[in-house]
């Protein structure tokens, strides 16, 4: 698995300003996301509050926790794959060096990339037409079926930037290998 | 020949070092665009599977014992087993055996139970000349017991996979998880008869357990306030966890006193990542298990176990041996999440019952934690104690046979597993 080399309490030390640039959405998403779940906590709670002592249960409520759920992977995604989060097999790319260890990297990260623009243009296509022919989510919750989908756009945009910083680091970062 | 071709793909793409997640996803698209031409389905599939409010439970429990951590009401629990049965032959592996099980009531995760114990646990057993290699492993064993001893982050992700039910999951691992727990604190007795010069500290007097037992009562009821509650009905599994993460957050804030709003975020931002990781396994599993339904691959494995007339007993054994061997190698969350999709069809048609199989494969898991090259709980270990991975591994390795043997009884006594959700109304 890939351990903490090389990373601060931060994550990986970025050098290149265009990476850092790249990368730094994710880092107030990941603000964003934490908050999500404190929201999806604070909603769950109300939830059990209002069945049990205000004898007022709020059926819709495991819906929308499932909704702030993917908000929350939206918002986190891209501040996971920054502090190097994500589990990956190493046992033999660990072993890579110098311009080996930079190919792997990039290698890695480009996978990411084209995962984030798959999701992304699928989701996409799924929002337009969701839009297109004004449906609208089964369940409790009933509300036009695009805007949950929404975060999760903007995660897979914000997970194929910074997988693209992540690629500009490798090839033109200055790292110790 | 579609199976091995889907798979070499996959191992190849796993052992390329990109993460699990990408691995499946890049997968998943490519038997996509060879069978349909189209990947346009994808979104949608991700989107459903993420969108369920059960899997809130995973963030939830995870959130729980990291406020607990950083409130250190964990250090106490170690304190409290030390205290009860440091003094016997073996008994500071056999504290660590019981402080490791109480907080696998709590954490759900093997990876936290190895790390929160183990740094409470290693500075004692050093202290009083505890093997260095029996000590690196006794912990490393112990905090498998995170993912069998409910709740479970693994056993919540199968049960949403294998549309089982959790709070019966829950249940069925409690019976094997404390066997587990007998067998590495028996172990632990046995291998201390066999060393000479250990020292073990005298007993501390009912007065010292008692202030202990005081100490540590909070985190003691935790997993009663959690598991109770699912058993009782009150609570569903996501509204346990977020009771969890009150009763966490009011001991910390008002027992503990230790803990603040800065403490309050940096717990959710390492949840949000923790559980990041997980989910966005969850996401590429989901494409992977997609596309592979498109292609019909686990009805041809359920046509093929079918060919080869295996029944019950040797398809359970074959399925166990394989997930030894994909265990060295993987993640358990992908282990879980690739082979549940492939292998449910025939389990359903063996008429095999997927709570005790969801035993079995945690048990599966726990090992996969503990056996080279890829076992987490030995990285973690070699991490807190800068030891030599060799000699994590060497300490592991009679654990491997104990957890092994553990497995052939409850191959051999299903019933271990499936008599106390049965008995309680807990089907699948």
Request: hydrophobic letters at 60%; proline letters at 5%; a neutral charge.
């Amino acid at each position: 698995m890939h351990g903490d080399d090389g990373k601060d309490a931060d994550g990986p030390k970025i050098t290149s300003g265009v990476a850092r640039a790249l990368l730094a959405p994710a880092r107030l998403a990941g603000i964003a996301g934490a908050l999500m779940l404190l929201v999806i906590l604070a909603l769950i709670s109300w939830s059990v509050g209002a069945r049990y002592f205000a004898n007022r249960p709020l059926p819709w409520a495991d819906d929308l926790s499932g909704m702030l759920l993917v908000a929350m992977v939206g918002l986190g995604a891209a501040e996971a794959l920054r502090r190097g989060d994500h589990i990956a097999i190493d046992i033999l790319s660990g072993r890579a060096h110098g311009g080996l260890a930079r190919l792997r990297d990039a290698w890695a990260a480009m996978a990411v990339l084209v995962f984030a623009v798959v999701l992304g243009w699928s989701t996409y296509g799924q929002i337009k037409f969701a839009y297109d022919f004004e449906a609208y989510t089964p369940g409790e919750v009933e509300v036009q079926s695009w805007i949950p989908m929404l975060p999760m756009l903007l995660g897979w945009a914000l997970l194929a930037l910074a997988a693209l910083g992540q690629v500009v680091e490798a090839f033109w970062g200055e790292r110790d290998r | 020949m579609t199976i091995a071709l889907v798979f070499a793909a996959l191992l190849a793409l796993l052992l390329s070092g990109m993460p699990i997640f990408a691995a499946l996803g890049l997968t998943a698209t490519g038997i996509l665009l060879i069978a349909e031409g189209s990947i346009a389905s994808v979104g949608e599939t991700v989107f459903s599977h993420l969108d369920k409010g059960i899997l809130t439970t995973i963030p939830l429990f995870v959130f729980m014992a990291q406020i607990m951590i950083r409130a250190k009401v964990i250090d106490d629990l170690y304190d409290l087993a030390h205290t009860l049965v440091g003094h016997i032959r073996g008994g500071l592996g056999i504290a660590t055996v019981l402080a490791c099980t109480i907080f696998a009531a709590i954490s759900g995760s093997s990876v936290a139970t190895a790390l929160s114990i183990g740094a409470s646990a290693i500075p004692q057993m050093k202290r009083f000349g505890y093997p260095e290699r029996d000590a690196l492993g006794v912990i490393a064993a112990g905090g498998t017991l995170g993912i069998l001893i409910p709740p479970s982050g693994p056993m919540i992700l199968y049960a949403v996979v294998a549309d089982a039910s959790i709070g019966g999951l829950f249940l069925a691992g409690i019976i094997p998880g404390l066997m587990m727990a007998l067998f590495f604190a028996v172990f632990c007795i046995v291998q201390a008869g066999w060393r000479q010069g250990a020292t073990a500290p005298p007993f501390a007097g009912w007065g010292t357990v008692m202030r202990a037992m005081r100490r540590s009562i909070w985190a003691l009821l935790a997993p009663p306030v959690v598991m109770g509650g699912i058993y009782l009905g009150i609570f569903t599994a996501s509204e346990a966890a977020a009771a969890g993460c009150i009763y966490a957050l009011a001991i910390a804030v008002l027992v503990y006193r230790n803990f603040g709003w800065r403490q309050l975020y940096e717990a959710a931002q390492a949840t949000m990542r923790t559980s990041l990781m997980v989910l966005l396994i969850i996401a590429g599993a989901a494409m992977f298990g997609h596309a592979i339904t498109i292609i019909r691959l686990p009805v041809g494995v359920t046509e093929w176990v079918s060919h080869l007339g295996l029944g019950q007993l040797g398809f359970i054994i074959a399925v166990m041996a394989l997930i030894f061997v994909l265990g060295m190698f993987l993640e358990s969350i992908a282990i879980i999440l690739i082979t549940t999709p492939i292998l449910l069809p025939t389990m359903i048609k063996l008429g095999i019952d997927p709570i005790w199989y969801g035993i079995l494969l945690m048990i599966n898991l726990e090992l996969a934690m503990i056996t080279p090259p890829v076992g987490m709980n030995l990285f973690v270990i070699k991490g807190i104690t800068e030891a030599p991975l060799s000699e994590v591994v060497k300490g592991a390795a009679p654990y491997v046979a104990i957890m092994l043997f553990g497995l052939a009884i409850l191959i051999a006594f299903p019933d271990i597993a499936t008599w106390l959700p049965r008995n309680s109304g807990f089907g699948r």
